[in-house]
């Protein structure tokens, strides 16, 4: 029903920034909330941020508040993350999803209904 596709990855040096872009096609209108995940080399699929659609409320995780910033274009059907001061530890495959729950927006991976394949960011020191 809904298409995510991420793009934006690459590699940078610790202290740069990138911005990944997540476009949505498909029905969309039930997708009430779409989020950042992130899942590095051994580790367990991390929650980042996530955003109501409709009323544009972003959360963030306590490991990227004030660095990562997440947003919307409705018109584009677009999700972007802004990540400055990247650091090493930042280095995973980077995940946007979206759920279908009306009432709230899920930090766990095992709540959300469609995923991208992911795009790969690099941080060297």
């Known amino acids: 029903q809904v298409q995510l596709v991420e793009s934006g990855g690459g590699s940078v040096q610790a202290g740069g920034s990138l911005r990944l872009s997540c476009t949505a096609s498909?029905?969309?209108?039930?997708?009430?909330?779409m989020a950042w995940f992130r899942q590095g080399p051994g580790k367990e699929r991390e929650w980042l941020a996530s955003?109501?659609?409709?009323?544009?409320?972003?959360y963030y995780a306590d490991s990227v508040k004030g660095r990562f910033t997440i947003s919307q274009d409705n018109a584009k059907n677009t999700l972007y993350l802004q990540m400055n001061s990247l650091k090493p530890e930042d280095t995973a495959m980077y995940y946007c999803?979206?759920?279908?729950?009306?009432?709230?927006?899920?930090?766990?991976?095992?709540?959300?209904?469609?995923w991208g394949q992911g795009t790969q960011v690099t941080v060297s020191s």
């Open positions: 999803a979206a759920s279908l729950n009306y009432w709230r927006c899920p930090t766990v991976d095992n709540d959300y209904d469609y």
């Open positions: 498909g029905y969309t209108s039930n997708s009430h909330c």
């Open positions: 955003i109501f659609i409709r009323e544009g409320t972003p």
